[in-house]
């Protein structure tokens, strides 16, 4: 199966601090990754550098096979950071519109007027970026990235500050994404969650992959009444 995303010998460096240090890995079409690890592993720092927002220092990043610095690639890719990264002077519905016309999308209004409904943000249509509260900023950005049907989503730390209800809608909607063939990198220190969304997970330690395996087979490993953060806790310690 052709990947949506291939990581080869990835290493990102901040003078002499190596956040990434040569880490390789896929995602295909209809998975869900945890990319979990402890604080400082690189996780951001990974994200950052598959979307090019950060240079790397040495590696090979494809999307959809296309070199991920190439237009192709980021016609296909979304992220959403750790903090929100709204427009305070635009409205949650320009914020939409600037989506539309960046990605030149016909069509649009009733799937953001959808989305908008499902994370309760219909009553701030009209609300600057600037006056939303932190966790609707958020479901303002995870509505964006969705609006130009992205096949491969990167989130980091999605689900600090959503309320319940936003938690769970953000839940269905990378379940979605799976079914509909999509890939989704999903980094979070929420286990748990990870246990409970993902296929298979990364596991990384000072800059470098230290395990991976399938859901199945961490459950395996763990043995019985195992969870993912014991395994976590023993591969990390
Ligand atoms: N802009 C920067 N300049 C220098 N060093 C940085 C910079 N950003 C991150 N680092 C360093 O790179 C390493 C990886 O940081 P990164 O933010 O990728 O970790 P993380 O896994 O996302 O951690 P957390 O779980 O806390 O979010 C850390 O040692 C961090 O101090
Ligand atoms: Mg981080």
């Not at 295909?28 to 996780?43: D, H, R």
């Amino acid at each position: 199966m052709e990947h949506l995303l291939s990581v080869k010998g990835l290493r990102k460096y901040y003078s002499k601090v190596k956040a990434v240090d040569g880490i390789s890995f896929e995602l295909y079409p209809g998975e869900v990754v945890g990319l979990i690890g402890p604080n400082g592993a690189g996780k951001s720092t990974t994200l950052k550098t598959i979307m090019g927002l950060l240079r790397k220092t040495e590696g090979e990043i494809r999307v959809c096979g296309y070199d991920h610095r190439d237009v192709q690639a980021r016609m296909r890719i979304a992220y959403i950071p750790e903090t929100p990264d709204i427009y305070p002077i635009l409205t949650v519905w320009e914020h939409m519109k600037f989506i539309a016309l960046a990605y030149n999308l016909h069509n649009w209004e009733s799937e953001a007027l959808k989305y908008m409904e499902a994370y309760d943000l219909l009553d701030k249509k009209d609300e600057l970026g600037a006056s939303l509260s932190k966790g609707m900023q958020q479901k303002l950005m995870v509505i964006c990235s969705l609006l130009h049907h992205p096949e491969l989503m990167l989130f980091d730390e999605p689900f600090i500050g959503l309320d319940p209800k936003a938690m769970r809608e953000l839940k269905d909607t990378i379940r979605r994404l799976r079914d509909e063939g999509k890939a989704v990198l999903l980094s979070t220190h929420m286990l748990d969650s990870v246990q409970n969304l993902a296929d298979r997970v990364l596991i990384l330690k000072a800059g470098k992959l230290i395990y991976q395996g399938t859901i199945g087979e961490i459950m395996e490993k763990a043995g019985p009444g195992g969870t993912l953060e014991d395994l976590f806790l023993e591969v990390t310690k």
